[in-house]
């Protein structure tokens, strides 16, 4: 099958930066869309920043100008980078994915486990 495993979470004080990175693995064909996404505690899961596999790029109102995801579409592995972090960006971080498979020929909507992402001081 397909996963997504994400890294690069951690504490980080107001106003640093983090890089995060979701790379998929398996029986993988391709990979189109990457998507992040992220839940704060108590609140709805909202899309942060996506990409499509030709580099076209999307971003929440409130991470523009801070956040910029990227693609390396040899490694199937998306990175956003996260500068001017504020505490509101606190939140579990999920990577999400169109991934077409083989054997038989689909294509699977993905999700990663998650990586915590905590600004403080």
């Known amino acids: 099958q397909v996963q997504l495993v994400e890294s690069g979470g951690g504490l980080v004080q107001p106003g640093g930066s983090l890089r995060l990175s979701c790379a998929a693995s398996g029986s993988i064909f391709s990979v189109n869309d990457m998507t992040w996404y992220r839940q704060a505690p108590g609140k709805q899961r909202e899309l942060v920043a996506g990409?499509?596999?030709?580099?076209?790029?999307n971003y929440a109102d409130s991470v523009k100008g801070r956040f910029t995801i990227s693609r390396d579409n040899a490694k199937n592995t998306v990175y956003l980078q996260m500068n001017s972090l504020k505490p509101e960006d606190t939140a579990v971080y999920y990577c999400?994915?169109?991934?077409?498979?083989?054997?038989?020929?689909?294509?699977?909507?993905?999700w990663g486990q998650g990586t915590l992402v905590t600004v403080s001081s």
């Open positions: 999400n994915a169109d991934v077409l498979v083989v054997f038989p020929l689909r294509t699977l909507n993905v």
């Open positions: 990409i499509t596999r030709g580099g076209s790029t």
